[in-house]
């Protein structure tokens, strides 16, 4: 065990016994300097810490140590140090070089800033090598890809859209990498629609409009991440279709991604909504098994984890909806694995990634719940959803009530019909058929319960 | 525990202690100022973790004990009791009985025991400057540095004891920089250099008294502990390296003019009123007309406001020269010369300026123009 482990381990252990605010104040920012013959010296921040660790907690934390440790410890001895002084310890992850006295930066006032300084804000991690494409974004990822090799060429805008979590950002910063590893010279220019609304912003009030429209309007790449905050900023959409315009007239490539098709943008205007929709569409789904455990097991490589595929299986079968959660899963298991040096088990895994499942099954909602989300989402009265009415637009609410009950809630077909204004078990078991053949066959039916769904996830 | 003082004394103590308490910290007893009767001494301590402040307190203390007491609450009932004696007794449940005149008050308070430990240094190595020198420093240094969590080492304020009993104190932001010298009454065999938390010299100005005596600073294991009759301040003092700012200060000029404070500053102040916004550009010409003699021109000119031009003669020797300074890095250092006269010397238009009094020589202003 080394001392960080050692430490982390003890800090785990006094973290139950005092109360938070105290845990936080006097435990921040200590670690072990050195553990030599049964002797550990504790860095702490500053004076007052130690004063305090000596006279109050010294017999707990000297406890917490003994439990842990192998080996026995004679002395725990606290000494102030600040993170500078601990790089010499090594403590840091690489040796911070001696500070020397270098002449004073006293540098000219800058000028507002200038177009080039987030020229290069792409994530290094986010490449088309690190994307598992799996069936459930074939599309996207070929879209981009044939993008990345000919940009402005083949799909212009690109719009990328899927639920949180599941890629789209991955996808547009490799795009941008790709395009650069072909055409250095290139100028990509990636921005989130908040930075792109501010920079607007900030152009308008200083009377910069000018210099803003150079920075957006001279690149060969925009990439414009989470689009649907434009919804409603008038001013940020108008500046948004100029510059697209001015972009795409000049065969230069857009890719822009979003968490709904572009139609479901609310308030947005309807000039602008159909250049979105004017090169290619492509959706990311949540991926499948099999592609969650593909995503586990190079997550699982990279990180240098060696798991069983028990494991693997394990941790792609609860987590399901949202990679970024999965690898959350992956990373809570990684810290284990590190400490525990290797051997991790498969109930030790369950037992590390339990807070997961249990906040899922929180999640799990009442039938109520679901008929008044179903009825919200379809704007009808519950009354009229649960009654006789058999017109087409309360029957389909009232169908897809039923597929939800069975999908989501595993409710059976008799407590379906029952919950649904007491019908019959056997209408229950058309309703769910019914829509699960629509779902296969028609997209709009597939958005709308996927939405629904992402309601309920929500709540 | 059971003592008696003034009310003005105890409210002098609560005055100079509950400010720090309970900002932004984590730990509910920190926003409580710690009452303490012990060996016949009242102490009032606080504490926000980075600096640590006592007040003795003038008064009788019958029996010894302590109690943590909320501090806005107490200071704010204290400044409201007649001008009388104060008699306290606080029960083993730690509620605390006030008498004051014909006000009679139980409030209730919170066990001691968790309240923080104030740290204290060794009293060796002694400095010790008048109260009114260092309150000059203070003013003269603070507002050219700003907090920046990324150059934590320039987050303060950088001061030197020197073996020429002096004592040295600069601050800067990196686009401009105070420096002021002051006497030392007496200081050890030594010199020493730390940098101190804005925060903590902003505390030490507001608390420190006004009469004419004198403040003990000591120095030691990252800590510097500032000390008068009636309060010890402690504070940690921030790692690392102040840059050499020596090496930037230049040694020669192309042009150096004397300028009358007064009339400077009225010409700087109309031009700012026409400079760009969020620039805050003037320009300053030299111009020799003379031997000896020169003019200064001050301009500004914004395209919605409208542009101004200011003429003041000045003794001037070097070449003409031009710079374009921030206006409100300029009267900043302005407004805080002494006498009637600055020496302004310039090398040229991206390269700082100088500027300093004629009269008081230890104050040192450096500005960096706008680069054009």
């Given at each position: 065990?080394?001392?960080?482990?050692?430490?982390?381990?003890?800090?785990?252990?006094?973290?139950?016994?005092?109360?938070k605010?105290n845990?936080?104040?006097?435990?921040?920012?200590?670690f072990?300097?050195?553990?030599?013959?049964?002797?550990?010296?504790?860095?702490?921040?500053?004076?007052?810490?130690?004063n305090?660790?000596?006279k109050k907690?010294?017999?707990?934390?000297?406890?917490?140590l003994?439990?842990?440790s192998?080996?026995?410890?004679?002395?725990?001895?606290?000494?102030?140090?600040?993170?500078?002084?601990?790089?010499?310890?090594?403590h840091?992850?690489?040796?911070?070089?001696?500070?020397?006295?270098?002449?004073?930066?006293?540098?000219?006032?800058?000028l507002?800033?200038?177009?080039?300084?987030?020229?290069?804000?792409?994530?290094?991690?986010?490449?088309?090598?690190?994307?598992?494409?799996?069936?459930?974004c074939?599309?996207?990822?070929?879209?981009?890809?044939?993008v990345?090799?000919q940009?402005?060429e083949v799909?212009?805008?690109?719009?990328?859209?899927?639920g949180v979590?599941?890629?789209k950002?991955?996808?547009?910063h490799a795009?941008?990498h790709?395009?650069?590893?072909?055409?250095?010279?290139?100028?990509?220019?990636?921005?989130?629609?908040e930075?792109?609304t501010?920079?607007?912003?900030?152009?308008?009030?200083?009377?910069?409009?000018?210099?803003?429209k150079?920075v957006?309007?001279?690149?060969?790449?925009?990439?414009?991440d989470?689009?649907?905050?434009?919804?409603?900023?008038?001013?940020?959409?108008?500046?948004?279709?100029?510059?697209?315009?001015?972009?795409?007239?000049?065969?230069?490539?857009?890719?822009?991604?979003s968490?709904r098709?572009?139609?479901?943008?609310?308030?947005?205007e309807?000039?602008?909504?159909?250049?979105?929709?004017?090169g290619?569409?492509a959706?990311?789904?949540?991926?499948?098994?099999?592609?969650?455990?593909?995503?586990?097991?190079?997550?699982?490589?990279?990180?240098?984890?060696?798991?069983?595929?028990?494991?693997?299986?394990y941790?792609?079968?609860?987590?399901?909806?949202?990679?970024?959660?999965?690898?959350?899963?992956?990373?809570r298991?990684?810290?284990?694995?590190?400490?525990?040096?290797?051997?991790?088990?498969?109930?030790?895994?369950?037992?590390i990634?339990?807070?997961?499942?249990?906040?899922?099954?929180?999640?799990s909602?009442?039938?109520k719940?679901?008929?008044?989300?179903v009825a919200?989402?379809?704007n009808v009265?519950?009354?009229?959803?649960?009654?006789?009415?058999?017109?087409?637009?309360?029957?389909?609410?009232r169908?897809?009530?039923?597929?939800?009950?069975?999908?989501e809630?595993?409710?059976?077909?008799?407590?379906i019909?029952s919950?649904?204004?007491?019908?019959?078990?056997?209408?229950?078991i058309?309703?769910?058929?019914?829509?699960?053949?629509?779902?296969?066959?028609?997209?709009?039916?597939?958005?709308?319960?996927d939405l629904?769904?992402?309601?309920?996830y929500?709540? | 525990?059971?003592?008696?003082?003034t009310?003005?004394?105890?409210?002098?103590?609560?005055?100079?202690t509950?400010h720090?308490?309970?900002?932004?910290?984590?730990?509910?007893?920190?926003?409580?100022v710690?009452?303490?009767?012990?060996?016949g001494?009242?102490?009032?301590?606080?504490?926000?973790?980075?600096?640590?402040?006592?007040?003795?307190?003038?008064?009788?203390a019958?029996?010894?004990?302590?109690?943590?007491?909320?501090?806005?609450?107490?200071?704010?009932y204290v400044?409201?009791?007649?001008?009388?004696?104060?008699?306290?007794?606080?029960?083993?449940?730690?509620?605390?009985?006030v008498?004051?005149?014909?006000?009679?008050?139980?409030?209730?308070?919170?066990?001691?025991?968790d309240?923080?430990?104030?740290?204290?240094?060794?009293?060796?190595?002694?400095t010790?400057?008048?109260?009114a020198?260092i309150?000059?420093a203070?003013?003269?240094?603070?507002?050219?540095v700003?907090?920046d969590?990324?150059?934590?080492?320039?987050?303060?304020?950088?001061?030197?004891?020197?073996?020429?009993?002096?004592?040295v104190?600069?601050?800067t932001?990196?686009?401009?920089?105070?420096?002021?010298?002051?006497p030392?009454?007496?200081?050890?065999?030594?010199?020493?250099?730390?940098i101190?938390?804005l925060r903590?010299?902003q505390?030490?100005a507001r608390?420190?008294?006004?009469?004419?005596?004198?403040?003990?600073?000591?120095?030691?294991?990252?800590?510097?502990?500032?000390?008068?009759?009636?309060?010890?301040?402690?504070?940690?003092?921030?790692a690392?390296?102040?840059?050499?700012?020596?090496?930037?200060?230049?040694?020669?000029?192309?042009?150096?003019?004397?300028?009358?404070?007064?009339?400077l500053?009225?010409?700087v102040?109309?031009?700012?009123?026409?400079?760009?916004a969020?620039?805050?550009?003037v320009t300053?010409?030299?111009?020799?007309?003379?031997?000896?003699?020169?003019?200064?021109?001050?301009?500004?000119?914004?395209?919605?406001?409208?542009?101004?031009?200011?003429?003041?003669?000045?003794?001037?020797e070097?070449g003409?020269?031009?710079?374009?300074?921030?206006?409100?890095?300029?009267?900043?250092?302005?407004?805080?010369?002494?006498g009637?006269?600055?020496?302004?010397?310039?090398?040229?238009?991206?390269s700082?300026?100088?500027i300093?009094?004629?009269?008081?020589?230890?104050?040192?202003y450096?500005?960096?123009?706008?680069?054009?």
């Open positions: 065990m080394t001392p960080q482990q050692l430490w982390q381990a003890s800090l785990g252990e006094l973290e139950i016994l005092l109360s605010p845990f936080n104040t006097w435990f921040k920012e200590t072990i300097v050195s553990h030599e013959n049964n002797r550990i010296i504790v860095a702490v921040p500053n004076a007052f810490t130690k305090w660790l000596e907690y010294h017999p707990m934390i000297l406890k917490a003994r439990n842990i192998a080996e026995p410890i004679k002395e725990v001895i606290y000494k102030v140090e600040t993170a500078r002084q601990a790089a010499q310890y090594g840091a992850a690489f040796p911070m070089p001696e500070v020397e006295k270098t002449p004073m930066p006293i540098t000219p006032i800058p507002p800033s200038t177009p080039e300084t987030y020229l290069s804000s792409l994530n290094p991690q986010y490449t088309f090598e690190k994307f598992i494409a799996g069936k459930y074939e599309l996207a990822n070929a879209a981009a890809l044939a990345a090799a940009p402005g799909y212009n805008p690109l719009f990328i859209y899927g979590g599941l890629g950002t991955h996808l547009l795009i941008g790709e395009v650069l590893r072909h055409s250095p010279g290139k100028k990509i220019l990636f921005v989130t629609c930075k792109f501010n920079d607007y912003i900030q152009a308008v009030r200083s009377g910069k409009a000018k210099e803003f150079e957006y309007r001279n690149v060969d790449v925009l990439l414009i989470d689009i649907q905050f434009l919804s409603s900023k008038e001013g940020t959409q108008e500046e948004f279709f100029h510059t697209f315009n001015t972009l795409h007239q000049t065969n230069r490539q857009v890719v822009i991604t968490d098709p572009p139609k479901a943008i609310p308030a947005i309807n000039r602008l909504l159909s250049r979105l929709e004017w290619m569409i959706d990311v789904a949540a991926p499948d098994l099999e592609t969650r455990i593909a995503i586990v097991e190079t997550r699982a490589k990279d990180k240098n984890m060696t798991l069983s595929p028990e494991i693997l299986n941790i792609a079968t609860i987590v399901h909806s949202n990679i970024r959660e999965l690898e959350g899963a992956l990373n298991v990684n810290a284990h694995f590190q400490l525990s040096k290797g051997g991790i088990s498969l109930e030790q895994v369950k037992q990634l339990s807070s997961i499942t249990a906040t899922h099954a929180k999640k909602i009442s039938a719940q679901l008929i008044n989300i919200e989402f379809f009265d519950i009354a009229d959803l649960l009654g006789e009415c058999r017109k087409k637009e309360l029957s389909l609410p169908q897809i009530t039923m597929y939800l009950m069975r999908e809630l595993k409710s059976s077909y008799p407590m019909g919950e649904l204004g007491g019908r019959d078990h056997t209408t229950a058309h309703a769910y058929n019914k829509i699960a053949k629509e779902v296969e066959a028609s997209q709009k039916i597939k958005q709308d319960i629904i769904r992402q309601r309920i929500n709540i | 525990m059971k003592i008696s003082c009310q003005e004394n105890l409210y002098r103590g609560l005055q100079v509950s720090i308490a309970g900002k932004e910290s984590g730990l509910p007893i920190l926003t409580n710690l009452l303490k009767a012990e060996g001494l009242i102490t009032l301590c606080s504490t926000n973790l980075e600096i640590g402040i006592q007040c003795r307190v003038r008064g009788k019958e029996h010894d004990g302590s109690v943590a007491l909320d501090a806005r609450i107490t200071s704010e400044s409201l009791l007649p001008k009388d004696r104060i008699d306290i007794e606080v029960s083993a449940e730690s509620v605390a009985s008498q004051c005149g014909t006000f009679s008050t139980k409030m209730k308070g919170v066990v001691a025991d309240f923080p430990i104030i740290p204290t240094i060794e009293k060796k190595e002694q010790v400057v008048k109260i020198d309150k000059r203070i003013q003269n240094v603070l507002f050219a700003k907090y969590e990324s150059r934590p080492e320039l987050s303060g304020v950088y001061m030197a004891i020197q073996e020429a009993n002096t004592l104190l600069a601050g932001d990196a686009y401009r920089l105070a420096e002021l010298t002051v030392v009454t007496k200081n050890f065999a030594g010199t020493k250099e730390v101190v938390p903590t010299l505390e030490l608390i420190l008294p006004d009469v004419s005596e004198t403040v003990e600073i000591y120095i030691h294991d990252n800590q510097i502990l500032f000390c008068t009759d009636e309060i010890d301040l402690i504070s940690k003092t921030i690392g390296q102040y840059p050499d700012y020596k090496q930037i200060i230049p040694q020669n000029h192309n042009t150096k003019a004397v300028i009358d404070i007064q009339e500053t009225k010409a102040k109309s031009s700012s009123i026409f400079s760009r969020g620039l805050n550009d300053l010409q030299f111009a020799s007309v003379s031997e000896g003699k020169g003019s200064l021109t001050i301009s500004a000119s914004n395209t919605t406001v409208g542009e101004h031009t200011v003429v003041i003669p000045v003794k001037m070097g003409e020269n031009s710079v374009v300074l921030n206006h409100r890095y300029l009267l900043d250092g302005l407004s805080r010369m002494q009637d006269q600055i020496s302004f010397a310039a090398i040229d238009s991206n700082p300026c100088v300093k009094s004629l009269e008081d020589e230890s104050y040192l450096l500005v960096m123009p706008i680069r054009q």
